[in-house]
């Protein structure tokens, strides 16, 4: 007699194979009800993200109006403080000059003064200028934190 091999797979065995197979194919594909599940999640997202948007945008704008609001109401207050300053120096130098007539009335008594207030004051402008650029730099880094 020939020694016969026994068949490596049953045909029980195939069966399942192939049952397995089909499952697999079957579960591997989308119906039209996951599909609408999909491309409702995907719609809801996408208006989630638009509001989202939306909301940045309004902070963003508002943000920067008031950011405007208050550097101009900062240069504002420099300009008025500096002719402060400036009044102030003229007080001075006219109670000086009042108060000390007989010694302060040198012509260069009286330059040496106005020079120190005109000094004052240059160095009180140059300080406008830096200030607004210190409040822009913070406006830009808070801004990129927010965008962020």
Known sequence: MINQRPHRFSQQTACLF????????????????????????ADRLAVYQDTQQKRINSLATAYQQTEQKLLQEHLAEMERSILEDRRLDHQRVVDALVADWQTTTLFGNIRDEFYNSMTRQINRIEEGPKSVETAREEYVSSLTKLSV
């Open 18 to 41: 192939l049952l397995t197979v089909l499952i697999l194919i079957g579960c591997g594909n989308t119906t039209s009800y996951s599909r609408e599940r999909a491309q409702l999640a």
